[in-house]
């Protein structure tokens, strides 16, 4: 049981839990404001059951032991009713047990995939839907066959990597080397040394946040970018802002929303999100943007199921669907499924080329 002052307040509050340190600390302020978009959308629709959405902010980019330390007090003193937010696997390993039998948790980032520990539902992309097609794209269009492996290190880009293994042998590819580095280190030299001396003509990037913008800056100053292709599934504006607009060139990136997407669901939100904040407003962006399905997400389940109760929101997952920035997003099981696109960096934004196929 969550405790009794969850049930005594008059607000349903999700602890959000975002990066607001660390690597991938440059996403932090884009997620809480778009954050209190989708809260105060969701309470001009009446709220949840008759209650106020309210979050409160946990930093996800401190310690996974710390931020499972401090989101264990929040639920023990019954001052959350649900989890959600973007941050790191390992983080969702830690406070993982926390919140088991007890709330929902909604995971937004897009992660590794086989997430399938009851109560947690996860609307972000997985390689199935956000490498294959894309690596396949890129082989075709670009004729990038050669790739070399460039990660944290820690679990999402270790078991990302290993799918890729996978859809190289189906794709015919082949891969030139792999290197992991520290997570938030402040020296690319030797790995962007590494992918010098290989015979790549790619680098897969599965770097977070502000390393991957040290990469693009140290690939860059060794002008590897005029001539060697790089792909990431997280790559955004801010990290594009950071690196500089010499260090993106050939720079490709698959994801399920990009700020520059011309239709009338993104353009609509960018709106509103401005409308809200100002044109100064922290750069809108596909890690923020997660946070925003993680609270439509729990909202189309409560309303699905009638009740926050986890055993029936458990039972009601299976079919939740609702059209947002992202489009149609649909839960099979625990896991949404939804279009990923591909998109070049031109400058500091993207042109988005294509909607990917998985499968084709």
């Not at 607000?11 to 839990?17: E, F, I, S, T």
């Not at 264990?72 to 406070?95: F, K, T």
Request: hydrophobic share 45%; proline share 4%; charged share 20%.
């Amino acid at each position: 049981m969550a405790g009794v002052a969850s049930r005594a307040r008059a607000d349903w509050r999700v602890a959000l839990v975002i990066p607001l340190q660390g690597p991938a600390g440059l996403f932090g302020p884009s997620c809480e404001a778009i954050a209190e978009l989708a809260a105060r959308e969701l309470n001009a629709e009446g709220g949840l059951l008759g209650r106020e959405v309210t979050f409160e902010v946990v930093d996800g980019g401190d310690a996974p032991e710390r931020v499972a330390a401090e989101l264990g007090e929040l639920v023990a003193a019954g001052r959350v009713d649900a989890v959600s937010g973007w941050h790191i696997s390992s983080v969702r390993h830690a406070i993982a047990p926390v919140v088991a039998g007890r709330l929902p948790y909604v995971y937004t980032s897009l992660y590794e995939g086989g997430e399938r520990r009851p109560g947690i539902f996860c609307c972000g992309e997985t390689p199935r839907l956000q490498l294959a097609p894309a690596l396949k794209w890129l082989r075709d269009n670009v004729g990038a066959r050669d790739w070399f492996l460039v990660g944290d290190d820690y679990v999402w880009p270790h078991t990302s990597a290993a799918a890729v293994r996978r859809y190289a042998h189906e794709l015919d590819l082949r891969i030139a080397g792999e290197a992991f580095v520290r997570l938030g280190t402040d020296d690319m030299a030797r790995v962007v040394g590494q992918v010098e001396r290989s015979a790549c003509d790619g680098v897969l990037m599965l770097l977070v946040g502000q390393d991957a913008v040290g990469f693009n800056r140290a690939f860059a100053a060794r002008g590897l970018h005029e001539r060697l292709v790089r792909f990431s599934p997280l790559m955004e504006e801010n990290m594009l802002l950071a690196s500089g607009n010499d260090a993106t060139r050939n720079l490709f990136v698959s994801a399920a929303y990009f700020r520059s997407m011309v239709n009338a669901d993104a353009m609509d939100m960018l709106g509103r999100y401005v409308g809200l904040h100002g044109p100064t407003a922290p750069a809108l962006n596909n890690a923020a943007e997660s946070c925003y399905e993680g609270l439509r997400t729990l909202a189309s389940l409560v309303r699905r199921a009638g009740t926050t109760g986890l055993t029936e929101l458990n039972a009601a997952i299976d079919g939740v669907a609702y059209h947002g920035p992202r489009g149609t997003v649909e839960f099979h099981g625990p896991q949404a499924e939804q279009h990923v696109h591909l998109a070049v960096a031109n400058g500091y934004d993207f042109d988005v080329i294509t909607r990917l196929h998985p499968g084709r």
